[in-house]
């Protein structure tokens, strides 16, 4: 199981550092994607991390603010958001895709993603 913590309220410009811990799983062999749903919007992936971090991806709403990064040793993936905007106000979830060493193509299909944790709520002021 995946646990995404660290949401808030924060104004507009400013950060928030989301980590994605595991629990029962070693998230090691695992690529993990970072997902948000924001009111009455379709869930859209926002960042991904290959097993080791040596490839990532972000979706282009977030690319040069979001930084995806992960620590294998303490289990866990992090997502560094910067420059928020009101837009980014969402549920932000994470998941770990179904299969070892392995990216689904393309990398923010939600069907190719499993050990959804429960989301945390990040809401941005203007």
């Known amino acids: 199981q995946l646990q995404a913590s660290g949401g808030g309220l924060v104004q507009a410009g400013g950060s928030l550092r989301l980590p994605c811990a595991a629990s029962?799983?070693?998230?090691?062999?695992?690529?993990i994607g970072w997902f948000r749903q924001a009111p009455g919007k379709e869930r859209e992936g926002v960042s991904c991390?290959?097993?080791?971090?040596?490839?990532?991806y972000y979706a282009g709403s977030v690319e040069g603010r979001f930084t995806i990064s992960r620590d294998n040793a303490k289990n866990t993936v992090y997502l560094e958001m910067d420059s928020l905007k009101p837009e980014d106000t969402a549920l932000y979830y994470c998941?770990?895709?179904?299969?070892?060493?392995?990216?689904?193509?393309?990398?923010?299909?939600?069907?190719?993603?499993?050990?959804w944790g429960q989301g945390t709520l990040v809401t941005v002021s203007s």
């Open positions: 998941a770990s895709v179904r299969e070892r060493l392995w990216i689904p193509s393309p990398w923010n299909n939600a069907w190719e993603y499993d050990s």
């Open positions: 029962g799983f070693t998230l090691g062999p695992y690529a």
């Open positions: 991390i290959s097993w080791r971090g040596g490839t990532v």
